[in-house]
Structure formats: structure tokens, C-alpha cells
């Protein structure tokens, strides 16, 4: 039962001077793009960008090292911080708040702890093909008990946004294309951060972000425009962040884009009618970094005293990093442009999340013997490699190349096969490449016969003694994340020739994937025999992959992004709608003369070193929802975990829909020849949607139902919902 702190937070709020309500809404980051270490070159970058005036860039430079504002802490004008992440700097900073300032308001520490802080687990793309929500809660607990050790109190994580477009380099960062995943990876999420008890020294605030359809930025382009119909809006984008909300979520960030002309960041419909009215929440908005100043130059705000004031009007409470707030709220609200009382909301917003956390109680919640008894612990390191081994997938395995046989001479090759550091993914700021493994390392401790070459060199030599080759590629994760959008998205040329060496020494090739995004490889694979997608895996990386190789872990991940067979096909995504000419083999219908119809792999597509059949589907009404019930078959040699995939289409309603749409899912593990029944519910108000005037309309009529562990590879049934009125489709 979550306490009640209005009294409290009214008397505090009485007590405020003007300026130490505008301090709370500050946020300083140690650099001006939040948590990042900000290099002489990209400070250079920005004031050519204009995104940093020449004073701004004279002033940074005058303090080489990061900038904790004490001064204007203790005078009452910082209210949190965002990106310090060690117990010692942290209670530093907050005994300056609690003991020197006047009325000693504790402050907020925010982190982008998005995989792991310490124990850095599979990127968020990589661990949303486990389709394992237990999974998903247990790594966000063991962030929380690692980070909330070094004394963060709030997460800029989960980020739901669903992202369709492989260009992109954020859809690292989410579950992928499909809205359901996005809402079970975002719910579990917030259940493991924020724990049973917000109040608890080690649970942490979630941050749900990026509110809104960040993900559905034109064209894969980081921070370009996002221009939608209401209707996929509410269908496709929003449902996560709603889900993140009822699940408890205490935070929200909106995202940096518009959305149809309006940047999120001023954005009233958004961030007040729809978050607080519509959805109830009554949590803390904070802004993403220089988000409220940029909307000078999005060309919303004539200048950032005019951001500042439509930002604080559209319901942001905490300004990260621009300054729009401290230096023109108090002005805004002296001249009558904003009332004081938007003001008074902010400021108890802020205070509300900080008695939540319990911090007027226990400002120091952690210190340095926590902290370092905390990292790294066993059981932590335990759930990093089960993550990063259920996270893989297994694209291609002909000829039983995998998995290898023990004692098999290895020869490996690539650069990202030995480098610790490309194992973690993007944002992972807490993490340090010595803790984590790579392949080589992981080789090299169990004894495995290998010989290793980063380019390439000595490769005749290293095949004459080998079995097997493995070809270690894909992107470093400075290719992926933020501000790192690809238009090409094929495999590096250095990448390809390298296999196209090892494939003339005419031994076996692994492919060993590393990447942040679906990749269009069609020549890769068109030219090797077994293809093992790894993602940024984090910490564990080599000991998964190994047991993956050698068989000892049967993998089961299954993509959440459509894998296309070029960038030229983008966005490329599963839950399509079928035109009026669904792309085939004649000429007047939807596709590129150059390009397949199909993608390369499929949603939800995965193998496994067994295989499964799907018999005996079954429908049953029920009255609040449909049960559908299936037979699952182990029908190879080895016990497997068969991810059970439920899709609709609906073939006829008052506006077109998706070809197939997920709405259910199961994890099932199956003995060799062992035979379960999966069952699955799809509830009927899951099968609503919007017609032309924006009306949520249940659906009626025939409905198709496919199962199977793919979108692809399904068997079906179909069930008539509703009255099935004369004028709806024959
Ligand atoms: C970044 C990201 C956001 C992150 C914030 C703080 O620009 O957009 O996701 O939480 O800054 O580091």
C-alpha cells in the first residue's frame, strides 16, 4: 500500500523560497549529454552544431574535470543528479544537500542502468529473445541490488520503445518490433527494479522511457521526426508505457522526438491529458538530456526562456542537463507567464518520489563496504550467464556443424572474438571490460584446443590444424545505441572476406554474431553453414557462446526484431498489414524489384539443437477470453525449451489489420519425444481497436488463430467472435 506524503510535502513546499523550488527541478549531469563523459572533440562537435554556445564551450572548458555545481548545491539549486555512480561521490554530494543547505531536502541520484551495473548482462534486444519474464525481473533485481549499493536511487530504464526499423541504433535498447513483448520485458522490468518496497535501500525508481514512439523515428534516423496516425499510435506505441505505469513505474522520461509536430518534451496532450489525466500517473516526469532546450531548435520555442516555460506548462517536473528551468522558471513565474502553483505541482512531484524512495528518512542509504561487498557477487554472475545464454540465437546449424564435439581443434578469427570491452553492448556505463569474458577467454579456461588469429593473419596455418573455424563478427557496440543509426546495415566488407577465407580452406565456419541490431547478411548466410546470433552479451559472452558451441546449452532464443535481407528493405516488421496486393511473384503487387518479398528471418524465429512439432490445436470460448490450447512434441534427441508463439489476424474488420498480431506466449521444456499441452489465453478486450473516428472497437467476426515457434512456421484454427452482423465482411 503506497504511504500517503501529501501533508508532509505541502509543509515542505510552504517552507520553499521561490528559488529553492526551482532548484528541485534541477538536474546536473556530470557532462551536457547526461551520463556520458563528454571528449574535447564532441564538446568542438556541438558548439559547431550550435548545440552549445561559444560562452558555454569556453566555460566548460575552464573545468577539465566534471562539474558537480557544489556551489549551487549548497545554495539550494540542485535537486538531482544524473550519471554519478559510486557510494563515496554520491553521499558526498548528498551531505552537502542534507547538512549545508536550509532546509537539508536530500537529493535524487538518476543512472542509465539499462543491462547490469556492475554485472553487465545481455543488451536489452539480445534478452528479450529469452521471451522469459521471470528472467527479465531477476536481472532487473540484481541491477537494482548492485546499482541502489552504489547509492542510485532511480533508473532511466526500462525503455519500451518498440522499434521496427533495424536502422535504428536504439533498438538495442528496447524488446524489439512487437508491442506485448515490449509490455512484458517493460513490466518485468519495473517489478525487478522498484522491488516490493520503493522504500527498501536496495530498490530503485524505474524511469520508463521514452514517452512517446521513440522508436518509430522516420526512417531509423536517431532523433528524427515521428509522424503517426492516432490509431497505430494507440495500438502499436503506447501500450508499454501504459503497462510500465500500471505496473508501479515511478518515473517517466519523455523522448526527444515529436510526434506529429510536437515535440514530446512540450508536449500537454502527452505528458498531462493522456499520462496524468487518462492513465492516473502521478509519479515524476524528468526530461532527457538538453531535451527541453532543444526544443528552441526542433522550432517549437523561440528560445529556451519560451521552452522552459511551454516544458514546465506541459508537465516535465525535472529538467535533466539544460538549465531551461534554473535559469528562467523564476522570471516565468515573477512576470505571471506561469502560475506558481505549476510550479508548487513540480515541486511535490519531486518531493512525493524522493519520501517514496525514503530518503528524507535515510539520505545515505549505501556506503563504500556495501558497495564493494555488493559487485559482482556470485549468484549475480550466476543470472548474467543464463541470460546471456538463453539470449542467443541459433539462425542457422546445417549439416549438424553444431554442436561441436568435444575435443574439437578450433581456429578463431575477428577482432571482437577477444575484446572484453565490445562484449557489453551500448550503455553500460558502470561497466569495466577486465570483468567480462570473451570467446578466447573462455576457451583458454576450459582447456579447449583452439589457435586464434584477430585478422585473419597465419589463416592457412591456423585451418591445417582446426576442425572447426569460427568467424568472430558483426558491430562494435559504438555502432549501436544512441546517435549511432546505420543506412547500411550489411556486414562490414573486412567482415566477409574474412569468411569467404575461411570458407576456401573448405573446413566447417561458425558465424559468432555480435551486434546491436538485425543485420542484413544474405551472402553470409548463403556462404556458411551454421550462423549463432550473440548480440552484445555482457559480462558472460564467451562462456555462453561456448556452451552454446559445445552443446552445452541446447539454445532457445527467438528473435524480436525481423532479421530483412537489406537496409533498402526498413523498416521490415512482422504485424504488417496485406494491401491490396500482397507482394508475389506478379508484377502489380507490393514489393522491390530488387529485393525478396520475405526477410531473411522471421519474428520469433529461432533453432534449437532438437526439433518440435505442433499438433492438435484447439480453440475454446470462454467468456472473457479465448483459450487456445496445442501439442507440443520434442522430436529429436535432445531435451530442448520451445518458445510457443500465439498470433491472430483478424481478416475483415472496419479497419485493415495486421497479417498476424502476437498475443500470447509460452515457454515450455520438453524431454526428448516428450509431448505437452501448451495453454494459452488471449483475452477478448486484447482484440479491440480503433476505427476511423477513433473509437476502441471490440472485434467480431472470424478470427485466425496460428501457433507455432515462429510467425512463419504455424499451424491454425479459426473461431467466429461475436454477433457476426450482416454488413461486416462475408
Ligand atoms: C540520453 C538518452 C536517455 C538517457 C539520458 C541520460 O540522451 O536519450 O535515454 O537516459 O540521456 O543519460
Request: glycine residues 8%; positive net charge.
Given at each position: 500500500m503506497k504511504k500517503d506524503y501529501e501533508k508532509q510535502i505541502r509543509e515542505l513546499c510552504g517552507k520553499m523560497t521561490l528559488e529553492e523550488k526551482v532548484g528541485q527541478l534541477q538536474q546536473c549531469g556530470p557532462s551536457l549529454v547526461g551520463a556520458f563523459e563528454v571528449s574535447f572533440e564532441e564538446l568542438l562537435d556541438m558548439m559547431f552544431d550550435g548545440r552549445i554556445s561559444k560562452e558555454e564551450f569556453e566555460k566548460l572548458m575552464g573545468t577539465a574535470e566534471q562539474d558537480f555545481h557544489e556551489e549551487d548545491l549548497r545554495a539550494g539549486k540542485v535537486g538531482s543528479y544524473n550519471g554519478i555512480g559510486d557510494a563515496a561521490t554520491i553521499n558526498r554530494l548528498q551531505k552537502i544537500a542534507v547538512e549545508e543547505t536550509r532546509l537539508g531536502i536530500p537529493l535524487l541520484f538518476g543512472y542509465d542502468v539499462i543491462h547490469g551495473f556492475r554485472t553487465v548482462t545481455p543488451i536489452p534486444l539480445a534478452e528479450s529473445c529469452a521471451w522469459d519474464q521471470e528472467l527479465w525481473e531477476r536481472t532487473a533485481r540484481v541491477a537494482a541490488e548492485e546499482a541502489t549499493a552504489a547509492g542510485v536511487h532511480m533508473t532511466f530504464a526500462p525503455m519500451v520503445d518498440v522499434a521496427k526499423d533495424a536502422r535504428w541504433g536504439r533498438i538495442s535498447e528496447g524488446a524489439g518490433e512487437d508491442v506485448l513483448l515490449n509490455s512484458a520485458y517493460g513490466v518485468a522490468k519495473v517489478k525487478g527494479f522498484q522491488?516490493?518496497?520503493?522504500?527498501?535501500?536496495?530498490s530503485m525508481a524505474a524511469c520508463v522511457k521514452h514517452l512517446a514512439a521513440y522508436g518509430a523515428a522516420e526512417a531509423g534516423r536517431d532523433y528524427n521526426r515521428v509522424d503517426l496516425s492516432m490509431q497505430r499510435l494507440w495500438e502499436e506505441y503506447l501500450p508499454p508505457y501504459k503497462a510500465c505505469i500500471d505496473a508501479g513505474a515511478r518515473a517517466v522520461m519523455p523522448a526527444f522526438n515529436d510526434i506529429n509536430g510536437v515535440p514530446c518534451s512540450v508536449n500537454a496532450w502527452l505528458?498531462?491529458?493522456?499520462?496524468?489525466?487518462?492513465?492516473g500517473f502521478d509519479g515524476l516526469v524528468v526530461s532527457d538530456s538538453n531535451a527541453i532546450a532543444e526544443c528552441v531548435c526542433h522550432g517549437i520555442a523561440e528560445d529556451k526562456k519560451d521552452a522552459a516555460r511551454q516544458a514546465i506548462l506541459a508537465g516535465i517536473e525535472m529538467d535533466m542537463s539544460s538549465n531551461s528551468y534554473t535559469a528562467h522558471l523564476r522570471e516565468l513565474i515573477e512576470r505571471g507567464e506561469v502560475a506558481e502553483s505549476v510550479l508548487d505541482e513540480a515541486v511535490a512531484d519531486v518531493l512525493r518520489i524522493k519520501y517514496e524512495l525514503g530518503l528524507f528518512e535515510h539520505p545515505y542509504q549505501t556506503n563504500e563496504t556495501r558497495e564493494q561487498n555488493t559487485m559482482l557477487k556470485l549468484e549475480y554472475r550466476a543470472v548474467a550467464l543464463e541470460a546471456a545464454e538463453k539470449s542467443i540465437v541459433l539462425l542457422k546449424n546445417e549439416d549438424r556443424v553444431l554442436p561441436l564435439k568435444p575435443g574439437t581443434k578450433l581456429g578463431i578469427f575477428g577482432t571482437l572474438a577477444a575484446d572484453r570491452g565490445q562484449m557489453t553492448g551500448a550503455w553500460a556505463i558502470g561497466a569495466r571490460p577486465e570483468d567480462c569474458i570473451s570467446i578466447v577467454d573462455a576457451l583458454e579456461a576450459n582447456n579447449v584446443h583452439y589457435q586464434y588469429s584477430a585478422d585473419g593473419t597465419d589463416l592457412s596455418k591456423i585451418a591445417s590444424m582446426s576442425d572447426v573455424l569460427i568467424a568472430a563478427i558483426g558491430e562494435t557496440k559504438e555502432e549501436s545505441g544512441e546517435a549511432a543509426s546505420r543506412a547500411d546495415i550489411t556486414l562490414k566488407p573486412k567482415d566477409m572476406e574474412l569468411v569467404r577465407a575461411l570458407c576456401a580452406t573448405g573446413k566447417p565456419v561458425v558465424a559468432v554474431l555480435f551486434n546491436g541490431r538485425p543485420l542484413a547478411i544474405p551472402e553470409l548466410d548463403q556462404t556458411v553453414p551454421a550462423i549463432v546470433e550473440?548480440?552484445?552479451?555482457?559480462?558472460?559472452a564467451g562462456s555462453a557462446i561456448m556452451h552454446v558451441l559445445y552443446g552445452i546449452t541446447n539454445p532457445s532464443g527467438k528473435l524480436t526484431t525481423t532479421f530483412p535481407a537489406s537496409a533498402g528493405q526498413c523498416p521490415m516488421y512482422y504485424a504488417h498489414t496485406n494491401t491490396g496486393r500482397p507482394g508475389g511473384k506478379s508484377k502489380f503487387t507490393s514489393k522491390y524489384l530488387d529485393a525478396p518479398v520475405e526477410p531473411l528471418y522471421p519474428f520469433g524465429y529461432g533453432l534449437s539443437y532438437t526439433t518440435y512439432a505442433y499438433e492438435n490445436l484447439a480453440l475454446e470460448k470462454d467468456e472473457d477470453g479465448l483459450w487456445v490450447r496445442v501439442q507440443v512434441r520434442n522430436t529429436g534427441k535432445r531435451a530442448g525449451e520451445e518458445i510457443v508463439q500465439c498470433y491472430v489476424q483478424m481478416?475483415?474488420?472496419k479497419r485493415v489489420r495486421p497479417?498476424?498480431?502476437?498475443?500470447a506466449f509460452t515457454k515450455t521444456a520438453l524431454e526428448p519425444g516428450e509431448t505437452k499441452q501448451a495453454e494459452l489465453k488471449i483475452a477478448y478486450d486484447s482484440l479491440g481497436y480503433y476505427d476511423w473516428e477513433m473509437n476502441w472497437i471490440p472485434y467480431e467476426g472470424n478470427l485466425k488463430v496460428f501457433v507455432g515457434?515462429?510467425?512463419?512456421?504455424t499451424i491454425s484454427a479459426e473461431v467466429i467472435l461475436g454477433s457476426m452482423s450482416s454488413e461486416m465482411c462475408e
Open positions: 522491488g516490493e518496497d520503493l522504500a527498501k535501500e536496495n505528458l498531462r491529458d493522456i499520462l496524468r489525466r487518462k492513465w550473440a548480440w552484445h552479451p555482457g559480462l558472460y481478416p475483415c474488420a497479417v498476424r498480431e502476437l498475443k515457434g515462429n510467425v512463419r512456421d
